[in-house]
C-alpha cells in the first residue's frame, strides 16, 4: 500500500435506508412511506454539505455582490430576503469551473481549462463556459447515459440498447423537443426493436409470460396486460414525476392518506383508464429459423385492449371495470380515429405536468435536491400555495418558481439545454458550498448554499481516467472507448468493475439511485489497480510525462499534478510537503503524490 501524504483526509461514509413497497395495513404503509415525507436528517444535502465542507481546502472569500441574474435568482434570493435566511457568497472561479464541468460533462477540467478561465478577465466568461460544456461531446456522454440509466437499459433490449444509446446521443446533440422525444418511445411500433430506436424502451419493459413458446405466434411468451401496466407506471413516473405503482394495484383510499393526497383519492379503475391507452399495443418476441430471438420485439397495434379482469403475474387479480382510454390527469379520452398511444403522448406532453416535472428533475440533478423531493413523487394536491389541504404542508419549496421553469421549458420548444443553462447561469447555482455563520437544517429547503455531492461511478471513473491520463478501455462495438460513459451500459471486467460497483453503478434491474458511502470504496480508492496502476510513471501516464518534462522543477510537477487532479493549486505547505517527497526518490514521490490526491475527499464529491 502507497504512503498516505499528511494532508489526505478521510472519506466521510454515508448509509442510506432501502425502501420496500409492501401490501399492508394502513397504519404499516403510512410508517413505512413515512421517509418520502420526513427524509432523515442524516441525508439531507444541506447536512452532507455541512460535513464535507470542512474537509476542503481553504479558499480566498468572494465578497462580490451577488447579481440576480435571471428569474431563477429573482425567486430563489427574493424568497430568502422575505425570511431573512442567511446565504453562501459566490464561488470561486475555480470552484465553478470544477463544478459546472462535472455537472455537466462528467469530467473534472484540464490544467489548460483551468489556468485559461482563471486568467479570463472577461466578465460573461462563466456564461460562455456553460455554453461550451453545452455544445462538448462529453456533455452528450454524460446525459445520454443518465438516459439509460433512467430507462434501465439493459439485455431486455437485446443489440437495441445500443441502438438507444445511439439515438438518445443524436437527440441530446441537436437538442431535440424532448416532447418530440418522448411522444416517439411512447407511440413506437416496430417489426424489431433493433431498427426502430424508439421502441426499445417498450421493449425493455415487457413482462416474461411463459417459459416455452407453442409457436411463433405464441402471444403468452409476453405477458401483455402485466407489460400495458409496467409502461403506464414507467410513463407515469418518467414523465410526470408521479409514483402510481401503488394505485396500480389497489385504490389510495385507506392506504396512501398520510402519504399522497392526490393518490388517495384515485381508484385503480383510474389506472386502467391510463394503461388502456397502450393496450392494443401487442409484444412479440421476434422469430427467425423456428426460434424466438432473445431481446428482439415485433411490437405492433394489434391486440384488442384492456380487459379489466384479465389475469396478472405480478400484481393483485385485476377485479373488472371500465376498460376505455381516459388520463388519469383530466378524465380526457381519444378523439375517435386517432391511435390510442399517440392520443396518450399528447396528452401527456401537453399538460402541465409534464413540463413542471421535467424541470424539477433536471433541477433536482443540477441543484442537489429537487423543488418537490423526491422529483418522482408529486403529491398533485399540494402543489398550489394557495389551495393547501388541512394538516399538510405545500410540498415544493419554491412553488413560483417551478412554474417558472416549466413555463421558459414550453416557451422554448421542450428544450433540455434551456434548462441546464437557465439553471447553471444563475447565481444560485453558483453559490459556493462553504457557509459562513452556523447552518441550520431549515436552510437547506431555501437552497441557501450549493449542496456537494459524491461523483456516480462513472464520474469517479473518468475524472481517474482524466487526472491520470490513463484512459479506459471500454467496448463500443470493435471500438475501445476510453471513459465509462461513452457507452451503451454498465461495462468494464476485473478492478474497473470491481470499482465502478462499489460506488454505485446501477446494473439497471432496478431504478438508479444517487451514491452512497460505504466501506469498501476508500479501500478500493487505496487498494484498486484503477488507481494504482494509473499512477506509476509509466504507458503514458500523466506522472511519466510530467517527470519527463520538467526533469529538475519538482514544484511545477507537484503544481501540475494538484491541477490535473483537484483543480486546483497546492498551498504552500502542500508544495513543501510533496516537493519533500520527491527528494527521495523522484519518481516514487511523484507517483505517491498523484495517489494521495485520488483519494482526498474532495477528488470524490462535486462541490
Not at 472519506?11 to 427524509?39: C, D, G, N, T, Y
Request: charged share 25%; proline share 6%; glycine share 6%.
Amino acid at each position: 500500500m502507497r504512503c498516505l501524504l499528511i494532508f489526505v483526509c478521510p472519506l466521510v461514509l454515508f448509509a442510506q435506508k432501502q425502501l420496500k413497497e409492501e401490501s399492508l395495513p394502513m397504519e404499516r404503509f403510512s410508517e413505512i412511506h413515512a421517509p418520502i415525507l420526513q427524509p432523515s436528517k442524516t441525508n439531507l444535502p444541506g447536512t452532507l454539505t455541512e460535513t464535507i465542507s470542512k474537509s476542503l481546502p481553504p479558499t480566498k472569500a468572494n465578497h462580490l455582490a451577488i447579481a440576480k441574474r435571471n428569474f431563477v435568482d429573482a425567486r430563489i434570493f427574493g424568497k430568502m430576503e422575505r425570511d431573512n435566511i442567511p446565504h453562501s457568497e459566490l464561488a470561486s472561479d475555480l470552484e465553478f469551473l470544477r463544478r459546472v464541468s462535472l455537472d455537466l460533462t462528467g469530467r473534472i477540467p484540464s490544467p489548460q481549462d483551468i489556468r485559461e478561465f482563471t486568467a479570463s478577465n472577461d466578465a460573461a466568461k462563466r456564461d460562455k463556459l456553460v455554453d461550451k460544456l453545452l455544445a462538448s461531446d462529453a456533455f452528450v456522454d454524460k446525459w445520454s447515459y443518465f438516459f439509460m440509466d433512467l430507462f434501465r437499459a439493459n439485455g431486455k433490449m437485446g443489440r437495441g440498447q445500443d441502438l438507444f444509446h445511439y439515438w438518445m446521443k443524436e437527440n441530446l446533440s441537436v437538442d431535440r423537443p424532448y416532447d418530440d422525444v418522448v411522444r416517439d418511445i411512447i407511440a413506437a411500433s416496430a417489426k424489431s426493436n433493433h431498427v426502430v430506436a424508439a421502441s426499445n424502451v417498450i421493449a425493455r419493459e415487457h413482462v416474461q409470460g411463459k417459459p416455452q413458446p407453442d409457436d411463433g405466434h405464441d402471444m403468452g411468451m409476453i405477458h401483455q396486460m402485466d407489460t400495458h401496466d409496467e409502461l403506464a407506471v414507467l410513463y407515469n413516473k418518467v414523465f410526470l414525476g408521479i409514483n402510481t405503482s401503488c394505485v396500480s394495484c389497489h385504490d389510495g383510499k385507506s392506504h396512501l392518506e398520510k402519504v399522497n393526497v392526490y393518490l388517495s383519492t384515485k381508484k385503480r379503475t383510474e389506472f386502467y383508464g391510463n394503461s388502456a391507452f397502450l393496450a392494443n399495443s401487442r409484444y412479440l418476441m421476434y422469430w427467425e429459423d423456428g426460434k424466438p430471438q432473445s431481446g428482439e420485439f415485433l411490437i405492433d397495434d394489434g391486440n384488442p385492449g384492456y380487459d379489466t379482469k384479465g389475469k396478472s403475474m405480478i400484481r393483485v387479480p385485476r377485479f373488472g371495470g371500465a376498460g376505455q382510454p381516459s388520463f388519469m390527469l383530466t378524465g380526457e379520452k381519444p378523439r375517435p380515429g386517432v391511435e390510442p398511444r399517440v392520443e396518450f403522448g399528447r396528452m401527456l406532453t401537453a399538460h402541465p405536468q409534464f413540463a413542471r416535472a421535467t424541470a424539477n428533475l433536471f433541477w433536482a440533478k443540477l441543484m442537489g435536491q429537487g423543488i418537490v423531493e423526491p422529483f418522482d413523487e408529486f403529491d398533485l394536491a399540494r402543489q398550489d400555495p394557495h389551495n393547501v389541504p388541512k394538516g399538510w404542508d405545500l410540498q415544493p419549496s419554491h412553488p413560483e418558481l417551478l412554474e417558472d421553469l416549466a413555463a421558459g421549458f414550453r416557451t422554448h420548444n421542450h428544450s433540455l439545454k434551456y434548462l441546464f443553462r437557465t439553471i447553471t447561469q444563475s447565481s444560485a447555482y453558483q453559490l459556493s458550498a462553504r457557509f459562513n455563520g452556523e447552518w441550520k437544517d431549515s436552510y437547506s429547503k431555501y437552497f441557501a448554499r450549493k449542496f456537494v455531492r459524491q461523483l456516480g461511478a462513472e464520474e469517479i471513473h473518468d475524472s481517474i481516467a482524466t487526472a491520470t491520463s490513463r484512459p479506459g478501455a471500454f467496448k463500443r462495438g470493435k471500438e475501445n472507448m476510453p471513459m465509462a460513459m461513452q457507452v451503451s451500459g454498465p461495462a468494464g471486467s476485473g478492478d474497473s468493475k470491481t470499482l465502478l460497483a462499489a460506488f454505485g453503478q446501477s446494473n439497471r434491474s432496478n431504478p438508479p439511485k444517487d451514491p452512497t458511502g460505504s466501506p469498501l470504496q476508500p479501500l478500493l480508492m487505496m487498494q484498486s489497480g484503477v488507481v494504482n496502476d494509473r499512477v506509476i510513471a509509466a504507458k503514458d501516464s500523466r506522472v511519466q510525462r510530467l517527470l519527463d518534462t520538467y526533469p529538475s522543477d519538482d514544484a511545477k510537477v507537484v503544481e501540475e499534478l494538484f491541477l490535473g487532479t483537484l483543480s486546483r493549486w497546492p498551498s504552500g505547505a502542500e508544495q513543501t510537503v510533496a516537493k519533500d517527497a520527491m527528494k527521495t526518490d523522484r519518481k516514487r514521490g511523484a507517483e505517491n503524490l498523484q495517489w494521495a490526491l485520488l483519494n482526498q475527499v474532495e477528488f470524490l464529491f462535486s462541490y
